[in-house]
């Protein structure tokens, strides 16, 4: 059965990095679109970071631009999320997801038009 299997969570201190991994097992993903969501305690899922089935296209929500890269590589059939100067809103349970196509990321309903999740991987930002 295809799955996709974040890593890479944890604690770090304000103006830390992390580098969070989505990997696809049981099948490819070469074909889809995938992205990095995060649902905060309370708070609904929201996107973070997509990027296209080529790995040509990258969208990124306004508060994270600058800060997070997202990437994949082939190779390994894995998604990477290298996040830079994290801070406390940065605290969340962090999920990757794949989609047949490109999606309107800026949908807040984006989230419903997923087709494969990861179970998530928590990131805490905090001194």
């Known amino acids: 059965q295809a799955q996709l299997v974040e890593s890479g969570g944890g604690l770090v201190q304000p103006g830390g990095s992390l580098t969070l991994s989505c990997a696809a097992v049981?099948?490819?993903?070469?074909?889809?679109?995938m992205a990095w969501f995060r649902q905060a305690p309370g708070e609904k899922r929201s996107i973070v970071a997509a990027i296209s089935y080529n790995g040509g296209k990258a969208y990124y929500v306004d508060s994270v631009k600058g800060r997070f890269t997202i990437s994949r590589d082939f190779t390994k059939n894995t998604m990477y999320l290298q996040m830079n100067n994290l801070n406390a809103g940065d605290t969340a349970e962090y999920y990757c997801a794949a989609a047949i196509s490109w999606r309107t990321w800026d949908d807040p309903d984006v989230q419903d038009g997923m087709d494969v999740w990861g179970k998530g991987t928590p990131v805490t930002v905090s001194s």
């Open positions: 049981g099948r490819t993903f070469s074909g889809y679109a």
